[in-house]
Each structure stands twice: as structure tokens, then as C-alpha cells.
């Protein structure tokens, strides 16, 4: 379940990452981005949009998985991606002197992308030192000799036995089902497996069916999307 909030995430990303597709694939003129500075100045502000979107997407995640909201999201990849943003920032302001340059964009606002991708910089590194004060302030004490002991554990709600009947017959289906409980409860690996086998299918439906696939599985996921953020927000 702790990745549950990522999978929310992506599928709330996909309509921009169709649109930068079909933005790079098809000729023709982009108004507003075909401006130099501002492609410049849209680039180097994506990585603190996208350290916004992951730490909170980190924040749920490790919530949900047991762990410490405060800190670095559990899962590798995004806890590198978040590493590597502020970075990123300051490379794209730095990559877009000579990007400017080159377009003829010499002029009072040309350093204006280098100061953004700085300040970002500066920005996230102080976040994530915000983030690991609240972590070491949030963290539990020690019980004093004589306290009582916790409470037994509650039973779980009849929305989390419902969902794990729910899960159960999922399961249960041939093929699919084995997939997916494979990439639950099995090795990590797994998980990559069934992401692969997923793209395949999805690239070959796409190549076969044409556009129409692609809306099809858009429209399938929202109503499993829409019970992961609820499931999210009723835990």
C-alpha cells in the first residue's frame, strides 16, 4: 500500500506527459514556449514543482507503510529523483546562459533563468534541512519506568477488510491475479516485471488499436485511481 501514492501521482501526471508528447511529436508553432526565455525559465523551475509533488507523494507513502513522514521517501528511486532536483535546477540555470546566448536573447533579463535556478537551489536544500528538524522533533520518546503499557492494537475497519476481500479476488483470477500477488508479496523485482509486462501490453495495444487504446486505458484507471485516493484519505 505505501505505493499506492505514487501510482495516484503518475496516473495525475499522465494528461502532461501526453500533451508533452504529442507537444514534441507534432510540427508547428508553441505559442508561449517559443519564447526563449520563457522555455528557459519553465525548465528551471520544474525541479522545485516536482520536489513539491514528491515530498508530499514521499510524505503520504511513508505514512501509509509505517515509516516516519519526515523523512526521505522509502522508495529508492523517488528518494534519489528528490536528491538529484536541486541539482537539476542549478544546471538548467546554468545550461540556459548559453541557450540564450545562442538564440540571440542578449539582453537585462538574460540571467534572470541562472538567478531562478539558484534560488531554487538554495530553496530545496533548506526544505530538505526543514524537513530534518521536524524529524528529529517529531521523534518518540522514551516511556518513564512505571508507565502503562499501550493499548492492544485495534481490529482492522471494515473498509480495510473489505479491501483485503477485495485483494483476495483479485487474486483469485488466473494469470492477472498471479501477476499482481506476485508483485505484492514477492521480491522486489516482481514489481519491475509486472510494470514491464504492463508497457508491453499497453505499447502493443496502442500499435494495434491506435489512439483510441490510449483513451480507453486513461478512462479505465480513473475509477481505480479514484478508490486509491479515497482509500488514502478514509486511512
Known sequence: MRYLPYAVGGFMLLPFAIWLAFWGLFP?????????????????????????????????????????????????????LVALLPWAALALGLLSQPYLFLQGEVNALMP???????????AIQRGEKARAADRALCKPQSKPQGAPADAAPARPSALARLGGHG?????????????????????????????????????????VFGYPALIVMALALVPVIFAGIFWTTWA
Open 167 to 207: 485483494l483476495k479476488l483479485v487474486y483469485a483470477v488466473p494469470l492477472v491475479g498471479w501477476l499482481i500477488e506476485d508483485a505484492v508479496k514477492g521480491r522486489e523485482s516482481a514489481k519491475l516485471f509486472l510494470a514491464l509486462n504492463v508497457f508491453i501490453l499497453a505499447a502493443a495495444a496502442v500499435a
Open 112 to 122: 534572470l533563468p541562472l538567478i531562478t535556478g539558484a534560488a531554487i537551489f538554495f
Open 28 to 80: 508547428g508553432p508553441k505559442h508561449g514556449l517559443d519564447v526563449p526565455l520563457v522555455s528557459a525559465m519553465l525548465a528551471t523551475s520544474m525541479p522545485l514543482v516536482l520536489w513539491f509533488f514528491f515530498a508530499n507523494l514521499g510524505f503520504l507513502a511513508n505514512s501509509i507503510g509505517g515509516g516516519d513522514q519526515y523523512d526521505r521517501p522509502d522508495f529508492r528511486p523517488v528518494r534519489g
